[in-house]
């Protein structure tokens, strides 16, 4: 088994920034530096939207467009996490974020997911 758990949510005006992390963990066999990783967010009321995704040793990353250029993926696989900076946040980028490990760095997919972060941005 994999478990995910995010951390670095909260409560920021509109125009400021956070920081989420999100420590992998699992069973003999897994291997965090082998593995695809994404972040996808759901808002209220609304479907699971796919935010960004990283290569397994990070060299490729890709991003949904209303984020790109604000939004930075990350991982550090010395310490099993991936990490994704948010700057310049908008009320639209208001939801739960959710850290997941996939087959694709794309999309919505996913095999693991944890259990999220909320991020409330203010106007």
């Known amino acids: 088994d994999v478990q995910l758990v995010e951390s670095g949510g909260g409560l920021v005006q509109s125009g400021g920034s956070l920081s989420l992390s999100c420590v992998a963990s699992?069973?003999?066999?897994?291997?965090?530096?082998?593995?695809?990783m994404k972040w996808v967010r759901q808002a209220p009321g609304k479907g699971l939207e796919y935010v960004a995704g990283i290569s397994d040793g990070g060299g490729f990353t890709h991003y949904e467009d209303s984020v790109r250029g604000r939004f930075t993926i990350s991982r550090d696989n010395a310490k099993n996490t991936v990490y994704l900076q948010m700057n310049n946040l908008t009320t639209e980028d208001t939801a739960m974020y959710y850290c997941?490990?996939?087959?694709?760095?794309?999309?919505?997919?996913?095999?693991?997911r944890g259990q999220g972060t909320q991020v409330t941005v203010s106007s």
């Open positions: 699992g069973s003999s066999g897994f291997a965090f530096k082998s593995a695809l």
């Open positions: 997941a490990k996939d087959k694709s760095i794309f999309g919505i997919s996913f095999d693991t």
